[in-house]
């Protein structure tokens, strides 16, 4: 019944922007934190960023600073992932994943994964 819908990813030039969305539905508990990650080919899966329910305390990736917001509208019960000055480099499927604790940076610490959503940026 619980699920994550990821939606918003696609083709886009190097330079342009996406807005991801994470889509939660069917959870019975709050999670306190609301991750994204991604995986390209032959690397692995690493943390993007990480939303806090608590507090609202935002993490990113030293890569995606300054590039990538995450935010969370709690009344659609959907988390979103902000893209802007995309690169090649950010090529991957980017998941969205939730925990039932704190936000971390690692992937294996997180509860439920949506099945991920493809961005690609190419020329």
């Known amino acids: 019944q619980a699920q994550l819908v990821e939606s918003g990813g696609g083709l886009v030039q190097p330079g342009g922007s996406l807005r991801l969305s994470c889509a939660a539905s069917g959870f019975t508990v709050d999670y306190a934190g609301i991750g994204w990650f991604r995986q390209a080919p032959g690397k692995e899966r690493e943390g993007v960023s990480c939303?806090?329910?608590?507090?609202?305390?935002?993490y990113y990736t030293d890569s995606v600073k300054g590039r990538f917001t995450i935010s969370r509208d709690t009344d659609k019960n959907t988390a979103y992932l902000q893209m802007n000055s995309l690169q090649p480099e950010d090529t991957a499927i980017y998941y969205c994943a939730i925990r039932s604790s704190w936000c971390g940076s690692e992937y294996y610490w997180y509860d439920y994964w949506g099945q991920g959503t493809p961005v690609t940026v190419a020329s």
């Open positions: 939303i806090s329910t608590s507090d609202g305390s935002t």
